[in-house]
C-alpha cells in the first residue's frame, strides 16, 4: 500500500457520459498529480494541485477538469466521454512541488464503451 | 521540459541473467533522475532515484542505475534477475526549473526460465 487512495479501481461508461474519479493523497503530502496512461500516448501528465491550488497544466482536454479540497484529497471530472479517454488514470503525490519524486496509487481503470 | 527517451521498447531476459536497461535525458543544468516500476495491474512504484551526490544509486530489489552527466545517461541495471522481475519500466527526469516529471515511454522487460 502507498498511502495514495484511488476510487473507483474500475469504471465502465458509456460515451457521452460524465464520471469521478478520487484521490486520495499521502499523509503529509500537499501536492497531488494526476496522469493518464494509454497504450498508444504512454504516461501523459495532465494536471497538478498543490494546497488546493493549480500548480501546473499538461495535456489535459477541456472536457476534463479537477480540484483539490480542504482536505487535499482530488477529484478527476472526465465528461462528454469518448471511447478514446479509455485509460489507465494514476494519481500521484508528493511532499512539495514533486523534486524528490512522486508516490503512485495504483490507478482506475475507465473503460468507455 | 525534460525529455526522456528509453532506447528499447522491449527486453526479453532469462532468468539469472542480468539486464540493462537504458534511458537518456535531454540536458539540463540540475536534473533529478527516476526509475519507477509497473507490475501487471498495478501501479507505479519508485525503484530508485538520483538527487545528487553520488553517481551510483542503488534502489530497491537489487537494481542500480549509473548517472553519467556527460553521456545524459541514467541507465539501470541488475545483475540477476528473476522471473518476478518481470514488468514494465519507466525511467523520469525533472529538474530545477520544472519539478514536474517527464516519462519515458517505458521498457517491457519479460524474464524467462
Known amino acids: 500500500d502507498s498511502g495514495v487512495t484511488q476510487t473507483p479501481k474500475h469504471l465502465i461508461t458509456a460515451t457521452g457520459q460524465r464520471v469521478t474519479l478520487r484521490c486520495s493523497p499521502r499523509?503529509?503530502?500537499?501536492?497531488v498529480y494526476w496522469y493518464q496512461q494509454s497504450l498508444d500516448q504512454g504516461l501523459q501528465f495532465l494536471i497538478q494541485y498543490y494546497n488546493g491550488e493549480e500548480r501546473a497544466k499538461g495535456n489535459i482536454l477541456e472536457r476534463f477538469s479537477a480540484q483539490q479540497f480542504p482536505d487535499l484529497h482530488s477529484e478527476l471530472n472526465l465528461s462528454s466521454l469518448e471511447l478514446g479517454d479509455s485509460a489507465l488514470y494514476f494519481c500521484?503525490?508528493?511532499?512539495?512541488?514533486?523534486?524528490?519524486?512522486?508516490?503512485f496509487g495504483s490507478g482506475t481503470r475507465l473503460t468507455v464503451v | 521540459a525534460q525529455s526522456v527517451t528509453q532506447l528499447d521498447s522491449q527486453v526479453p531476459v532469462f532468468e539469472e541473467a542480468p539486464v540493462e536497461l537504458r534511458c537518456n535525458y535531454s540536458?539540463?543544468?540540475?536534473?533529478?533522475l527516476f526509475w519507477y516500476v509497473q507490475y501487471p495491474n498495478q501501479g507505479l512504484q519508485l525503484l530508485l532515484k538520483y538527487l545528487s551526490g553520488s553517481t551510483l544509486v542503488k534502489g530497491i530489489n537489487g537494481f542500480e542505475a549509473e548517472f553519467n552527466k556527460s553521456q545524459t545517461s541514467f541507465h539501470l541495471r541488475k545483475p540477476s534477475v528473476h522471473i518476478s522481475d518481470t514488468a514494465e519500466y519507466f525511467c523520469?527526469?525533472?529538474?530545477?526549473?520544472?519539478?514536474?516529471?517527464?516519462f519515458g515511454a517505458g521498457t517491457t522487460v519479460t524474464v524467462r526460465a
Open positions: 540536458s539540463s543544468v540540475s536534473v533529478y
Open positions: 500521484a503525490s508528493s511532499v512539495g512541488d514533486g523534486g524528490y519524486g512522486y508516490t
Open positions: 499523509s503529509g503530502d500537499l501536492s
Open positions: 523520469a527526469v525533472s529538474d530545477d526549473s520544472d519539478y514536474k516529471l517527464s
